[in-house]
């Protein structure tokens, strides 16, 4: 009975707690009635369908806009705002929709599949690259995603699952089976990537990818994501109703939700327990080398997914089949080092000094504490010591490491990069915001301006990509 009551108590100081966040706005309230789920999913359901249905969604999204002339209180900022500079809608593409980019002779397939809250503008620059070396690329909007944050209250990870199981089998229509098919997955998308191959060994309808490339993948993610689905013992209490959400932030950025549900992070939960649990019984069954090579791309810190899982529950079951893992270390030259909370290079080093690896290890590092520039350290399977050799990149000043939110992202992404380009233009460049100032002005936090936004090493990812897919490094 007192750990009943403990735990009642606890319950209710979170869910008062949640009614000290920022007010709900529609899109925070009001979820979008046109989404795909898992019952759209039949046999002669395809990606037109899917499109189709898209299209009608996105229609929705008017009745959630606002008057640039009457904006209630809302910055001119907010990606809601008609015609406004963050809104998506007003470039020539609106990249938070599925979209395909076909070459005329395409000698391969690729599925690319974005991250949860996120959109498929993060997979635009790796689309691009794919499509010049000549891949058919589809670029999937995952459901509840691209549209407002209440689209996460209620979807669920089989939502997910059927909707890449549309985009898959429509990859597969468009080459030959004697093409390669690569599947690219980022965060979530890298979770659903790997479901979706686990279950295509087993279904004859869905042909397993040659290639798996995973991008800070969800192999692992936090207990406290389980935890979250507590509150919906009280959160249809219109008196509670805050409580179904983690935050509730401006939503300024065009491709991103900055307000996150409770729901959201419990379906990652579910997913990645299901993906484990289906990895160690292939890998019991002794079929885990019926799995595709896979490359890797993590950061040794990051806040979003459990790094370590990623080698534990993944990596460490496979046999020698040609995987590969890319660990990009922090800045040990940055001179906030002595901010690190704790030692954040020692999973790194860990894994450098183990010879018992079936898998191929490279980690990006300095090339020596007094200097930015970076080496490639690169270990194969099962040795000793790792190969060093000299790569022409840097660490960018007073970055200290990568970020979970920054892989995909290179340097002159408009939106996100360190240096933007001009492809499209933005009212405010995200990647550049360095404000300084008094604390509690700003209606944004500091966390969120503190994350880097893109990859100061795409570069080296991009090449490697293309090297695994099996592509020149200057184009077709």
Not at 260 to 288: C, P, V
Not at 348 to 374: F, M, W
């Amino acid at each position: 009975m007192v750990v009943i009551a403990i735990f009642a108590t606890l319950i209710l100081v979170r869910a008062f707690d949640a009614r000290k966040m920022p007010a709900l706005q529609p899109w925070h309230t009001e979820i979008p009635g046109q989404e795909f789920t898992r019952s759209d999913l039949t046999d002669d359901f395809g990606f037109e369908q899917y499109l189709q249905l898209e299209d009608r969604l996105f229609a929705e999204l008017a009745g959630y806009m606002l008057d640039p002339d009457d904006l209630q209180g809302h910055s001119p900022l907010s990606r809601y705002v008609v015609g406004g500079s963050q809104n998506p809608a007003i470039h020539e593409r609106n990249w938070n929709r599925s979209f395909e980019i076909t070459p005329e002779s395409p000698r391969g397939g690729a599925l690319l599949i974005h991250g949860l809250s996120d959109s498929p503008y993060s997979m635009r620059s790796l689309a691009r690259l794919l499509a010049g070396q000549g891949f058919y690329v589809l670029g999937l909007r995952v459901p509840g995603h691209g549209t407002v944050p209440a689209g996460l209250l209620e979807v669920s990870w089989k939502d997910w699952t059927a909707a890449v199981k549309v985009a898959a089998r429509h990859v597969q229509q468009q080459i030959p089976a004697s093409q390669p098919l690569v599947i690219l997955g980022y965060s979530n998308g890298g979770a659903l990537a790997v479901q979706h191959t686990l279950e295509s060994l087993d279904d004859e309808a869905y042909r397993p990818p040659d290639r798996l490339v995973l991008l800070s993948p969800a192999i692992g993610i936090t207990a406290f994501a389980r935890a979250a689905r507590w509150d919906k013992m009280y959160s249809f209490i219109p008196y509670f109703e805050k409580s179904k959400w983690l935050d509730i932030q401006p939503e300024y950025d065009p491709y991103k939700y900055n307000s996150f549900t409770k729901n959201a992070g419990a379906q990652e939960w579910d997913l990645t327990r299901t993906i484990q649990a289906r990895l160690a019984k292939l890998h019991k069954s002794g079929r885990i080398g019926e799995l595709p090579p896979i490359l890797t791309f993590q950061s040794v810190v990051d806040d979003t997914v459990v790094p370590a899982a990623l080698l534990n529950r993944l990596y460490n079951l496979l046999e020698d089949q040609g995987s590969e893992v890319v660990i990009f270390d922090v800045n040990h030259f940055v001179n906030l080092k002595g901010f690190f909370a704790g030692d954040a290079a020692r999973w790194c080093r860990t894994i450098l000094q183990s010879s018992s690896l079936n898998y191929r290890v490279t980690a990006i590092t300095n090339r020596e504490d007094k200097t930015r520039d970076v080496k490639v350290m690169t270990k194969p399977p099962r040795s000793d010591s790792p190969v060093e050799q000299p790569l022409d990149l840097e660490w960018p000043q007073q970055v200290f490491s990568l970020a979970h939110v920054s892989m995909p992202f290179p340097p002159d992404d408009p939106l996100y990069g360190l240096e933007p380009g001009t492809s499209m233009e933005f009212g405010v460049p995200i990647g550049t915001l360095a404000p300084r100032g008094e604390r509690h002005v700003l209606r944004i936090s500091a966390s969120q301006l503190i994350r880097l936004r893109c990859n100061p090493f795409y570069d080296y990812m991009a090449r490697r990509i293309v090297e695994a897919v099996g592509g020149e490094p200057d184009g077709t």
